[in-house]
């Protein structure tokens, strides 16, 4: 159990209140000047933490499967893919959301990195040398009900397609 810290619930405090004020933000900007306004800052947050990161995944890389180095690998590729992604989307109303980018197979290739990434995480636990055995029974359960909700949601957007 961890120990109650005051600074601890300050930021839980902060967080939800940033989470609730996003809330009046519509009020004062369109919903395409939001998107413009936070992919640049979630751009610059992602480029921040590829510079800070990038020697940590680089000798990570050059080390042993341990499970630190799957997830300072998996962290650095989830940012990696969200600078992707709002490259992507920066790009995208730049100039004003041509067809080519909208069917463009990029937004299912970084999909696709997501889920290496996913992978990395899900593998951490499991690299350690005595992992302890309640873990692989919750992925276990965790891949039933993964492939149970993927199953679903392709259902659900196959379905889709042919209307």
Same mark, same amino acid.
Request: aromatic content about 16%; proline content about 4%; cysteine-free.
């Given at each position: 159990m961890?120990p109650?810290?005051?600074?601890?619930? &300050?930021m $839980?405090?902060l967080a939800?209140?940033a989470?609730?004020?996003y809330? #009046? !933000?519509p009020w +004062?900007?369109?919903?395409?000047? $939001?998107?413009?306004? %936070?992919n640049s !800052?979630v751009?610059?947050v992602?480029?921040m933490? /590829?510079?800070?990161?990038?020697p *940590?995944?680089y000798y990570a $890389?050059r080390? &042993? *499967?341990r499970?630190?180095n799957?997830n300072?690998?998996?962290v650095?590729?989830?940012?990696?893919v #969200?600078w @992707?992604? &709002?490259?992507y989307s920066? =790009? +995208? #109303? =730049?100039l004003?959301r041509p067809?080519? !980018?909208?069917n463009s197979? /990029?937004? *299912? +290739?970084m999909?696709y !990195? %997501?889920?290496?990434s996913?992978? $990395?995480f @899900?593998?951490?636990?499991a690299?350690i040398?005595h992992?302890? &055995?309640?873990y692989y029974?919750? /992925?276990a359960?965790a =891949? #039933?009900?993964?492939?149970l909700f993927?199953?679903?949601?392709?259902y %659900?957007?196959m379905?889709g /397609?042919?209307?």
């Amino acid at each position: 159990m961890m120990p109650h810290s005051s600074t601890s619930n &300050r930021m $839980l405090m902060l967080a939800l209140a940033a989470i609730a004020s996003y809330r #009046v !933000l519509p009020w +004062f900007a369109t919903g395409l000047q $939001l998107q413009i306004v %936070f992919n640049s !800052l979630v751009f610059g947050v992602a480029t921040m933490i /590829l510079v800070t990161w990038g020697p *940590a995944a680089y000798y990570a $890389l050059r080390g &042993r *499967a341990r499970a630190e180095n799957q997830n300072i690998i998996a962290v650095y590729t989830v940012w990696s893919v #969200v600078w @992707l992604q &709002r490259l992507y989307s920066i =790009t +995208f #109303v =730049t100039l004003d959301r041509p067809d080519w !980018l909208l069917n463009s197979a /990029l937004p *299912a +290739f970084m999909a696709y !990195l %997501f889920g290496m990434s996913g992978i $990395l995480f @899900l593998a951490a636990p499991a690299s350690i040398q005595h992992a302890p &055995r309640s873990y692989y029974w919750r /992925l276990a359960a965790a =891949t #039933v009900f993964g492939a149970l909700f993927g199953g679903v949601s392709y259902y %659900f957007q196959m379905a889709g /397609l042919d209307r």
